[in-house]
């Protein structure tokens, strides 16, 4: 993993750095990064390089890299492009171990740019230079301090690391900080990405120990399975939060099959953050109001939430909240509910959310706060202060920043609601390390982050538990794949794939092509009457279409004479289709109809999909997704979270389905998409599920192949 | 209606105004009153009474209102519960049109606080008097100025009226106005709405030519049809906007129909605020965020949205939620594509989300915005600035400004991400009235609450049209139902239940009762064969779970042995329950299975459900609800907005079905539970819908009344 080869101590901390176009002019970006090197309180030595200078900012200006005395552990390139690759051969020589390159002109203007990107690479890989950016605005590290950046770096450094592919954001985001008072650990604009993205620094943030909550916010993901890989390593030591732009872009790839139609967009890109137990959230307010949450408050216990107000409305409102994104109300225990009744006054509620009423001081706060924390069906609390005429602010304030010390084993999320007469409370709590959120709303949202990862990181744990190795026949599924490619199909005969997962230990109706009649008689009797003949023609995908399905066939006559007439069917219906004959399937007994597919995405690999069979397959949509290598804990949830579920265990007083033959082939189907990635979609469609013990069959199957 | 015979007048804007337990003590609330009505800048009579004073700031004191030498609009009661009632009492004598009652200690403390309240209505109605609260915060008119509330005025008025059921929630939301630019026209703290409640309100301020927009903040509501009535009317011509507390509530009554179950706690309340036109948010921050935006702007044409950023990042995240959110990215004109190419740089984005890239000058900003607010595809703009190198924030503020009263036929809302650059900007636009937001999911929330008006102001005329009436025998119903209610019976019969729907005109599987054998028999040949004999029992829920259902009877010698089975049946495995008989019911042929269903609301009153029949119904739960009465519109669009509506048009080569005559049921079944209120639950499941032009016949009711 890169995290051993490479463990940036060099970008984030070097002992020295070479500011490669430092510039004398205060409005250029040349001159505003030295001078945040500089003014930033960096300890290690700098050096400005630039061929018409003598001194900078007081400092001592060399003609080229190579002319200055000592190492250089990190190099700023900000040139303009046409100099980048002289100046990176000239750091390669020099031995310069990172260069986070700002200068833009590169991929991103397309042409001789790409080009240009190419050879930056090349220059880079040969030296062994690692590379941010190019066209990035630099990075970050509030603890060193290191400011290699053209944006004001904020004054409140903490636990939060930001990576994000959009510079002109992260520099609004630097701006707004200290507004919310937002403490940063490390700053990472990833630009292009020509060498290090997202993944290389996820492993490092994982690793890095002030670091407390990564945030990503990400256009594009250049390896999906090694983020997937690292992230679930990363997610169990801690959160990993991630804003996705570009999520709705209309995805509509022209799919073959039902799982490639059903599997939008986002559908491999949530399958992925759920495997790699990584938070989504879908705007910037969600990313930071979880971020302040976890840079100072403990992870939750369980999602029983207690609610402290001093307005019966913004309770109502929070609790409201609370519930519908999935977060519980606490039941107080009925030690706690005594107590209150005997601490506050009668007209206060004592139920939660506990309403301490209007007049209430910071005295009764503190009551009903600490009866809250120190009951067990707790596990985090949400204080709510709305300014009325006797309350006191700042008092409260003081109340919650002591006794979230004391009981510092438990979230506590302050809620400020109002504007002058809770400005002086606010800012106390800032400095002090208490989450503030001046709405309900974005409180219950960074709780609902802290509840979530507490899941997510139990849950990464579970998932990964083994995977179980099947005795399958790859060879002869390569084979069968290889047939194909050589007759320029792309889609598979009805018999080679049901071949193809019977290789990989599925049961399938019995099937096989017949040439001519007589084939089919005898093999119609060799499987036992009845049967279905169907044509088999890679250019006819709606075989009842065009009248070349025939089911039901109890005789040698009747085989007979359904060949010839699908023959004649298809030559009428379908007269350009190449035909390769005509396969004959035994007539299996009708069981519970499901689905079980397989389709490929781009960025992430091979999705599976499992969901109700026949005709509601795509009217409900009743599906669900997991990403390969899918493991037994996976398949499992795979049955349960879909409506089918129910029906499957039993609905009405019918016998329960073979739910282990359906989680049985989801394994197969993900350990045959994981042997043959050139499998590009697959359905299983439907499968007949029967009851319990008896196992499944497929009964149809299609396989498109790249 | 309220509003004719109650104009509000001398609430809002009364001649003369009488505070009722004025007080000299500054701490006190009475004090509080007083001084925010006199600094407020009322420009009417004052009348501090308080029998211990004779000078409260400067003003003449008296001891009791019939003191007073002039006539009083408006009394102001802050004097203690206990002497409330007296006060009241002399207030009517002195003729005072209106009181708003501050004083707490009323229902909302239980005991004898009931009866105070009871008593104050009395006095109220006996003299006339309306009056607000008790337990309130007091009303607020910005433009009068009348500031009668223990709160600070806002100092920026605008176009936005509050009503609010918390109190504390209201103070804080004025403490925190200023801070975001909130204009408001009329604030009023509702309390224990004794007498005038949300409706009044909301009937006046539909009316009031300085408010634009109503916001309510409710967590009961008195009279759900009113609200409904009123709404629709006020919607016509103004966007009315509800923030529902307590709408999560475990709402778990026992239901006995599928229907009743499927009807949460919310559906009602959707229903009836889809037939009112009134938006609903959940957070306070939509809430708010909306109201800005119809503060200043206008009601865009259509949901087609241009962007304008200067961070591609910024950009992205807006449109990921704008398509999230059902609004549409515009495509723009190939004039506008033409004329950016020409005039932004070009490495700019000019498909939308228009990208003027980093370097952007206000001078750019204005070249994309004029030109998107130009093109006829864009419905409405977002304008997204991030403060980078040579940004222009203030310059480009001023652009938005000149460029949003230049085109003032499209709405455009700025976001400005940032901190201390981006202050100015954002002060200079929203003392402007230019709605502008830190973040963009804000923007967009406020831009889907401008398109969603539009398109719920278009919905409450179409929905309000023509309703058709039929003929009915409302009298054979109600004889049924005296005739249960004799019995003791909640729970219809199913023969007595397919006759109440066949009394409004809906075709029955025709089913009557036989107590013995020889009667079966008749019935059965009178019908035709085959039949299916069920059991006829107010005890037995499941006929099938006690064998009191026997299908496909051909003979009368079948009909005669399924009889006694059935009897034998029932009493092993029900032997306490009550037989009335058993009913033959006519075998109808299958046809495709959907329910339709009624349940009562206690706030709204009913509600229709139409959804999947058969065992899919609850699974699915692929239901839709409307309030009665029922329009043709809505019976419409209640079908076809369930997926049922795919499998009934004709799904996979099967002829449609009959979608009128469901349309026909759905309208009989609302004219049924409208006319006969004591209907609590009813379903027809399955009702069997055959080929289009054939019908459809209900197969089984259930009926449970009051």
Redesign the interface.
Known sequence: MQIKEDNMKYLFKPRSVAVIGASREPGK?GH?ILKNIVEGGYKGKVYPINPNADKILGLSVYKTVSDVPEDIDLAIVVVPAQAVLDVMEECGKKGVKYAVVISAGFK??GGEGIEREKKLIEIAKKYGIRVVGPNCLGIMDLHTPLNAT?ALMPRTRGGIAFV??????L???L?????VGIGFSKIVSLGNKADLNEVDFLAHLGEDPETKVILL?L?SIVDGRRFVEIGSTVTRKKPVIL?K????EAGAKAALSHTGAMAGGVTALKAALRKAGIIQV????ELFDMAIAFNSQPIPMGNRIGVVT?????G??A???L??KGLRLAELSKHTIDYLRSALPP?ASIYNPVDVI?DAKADRYRTAIEALLRDQNVDGLLVIL????VTEPEETAKVIIQLSREYSSKPLLAIF??????EKATKMLIENNIPVY?????AVVAMLGLASYREFREYVTKVAEHMEIFDVDKERVLEIIEEARKQGRKVLLEHEAKEVVKSYGISVAPTKLAINEDEAIEIARRFGYPVVLKIASPDITHKSDVGGVIMNLKSDEEVAEAFRTIISNVRRYAPTASVYGIVVQKMVPKGREVIVGATKDTTFGHIIMFGLGG??TE??K?VSFRLTPLTLYEAREMVAET?AY??LRG??GEPPADINSIINVLLRVSKLVTDIPQIAEMDINPLFVYEEGVGAAAVDVKIVVE
């Not at 701006?175 to 507004?179: Q, T, V």
């Not at 001093?310 to 913004?314: F, R, T, V, Y």
Request: aromatic share 8%; proline share 4%.
């Open positions: 970006v505003a991103e203007v053209f994000s592919q959009s510079g002109a954001l520099s609004a985001i701006d707004w900080a200290p507004k916010y256009e804003l732009g570009g999520v709705t879908t705007t910037l307010s001093n307005a019966g409305g913004g109502v409102i609790s409201d909240l519930v519908s007209v209007g709305t300014p009325q005429a609601i109002g504007g002058e007469k809770v001046e709405m309900p709303e974005r005709i509601y009217l409900f009743d409506k129910m029906l609905f009405r």
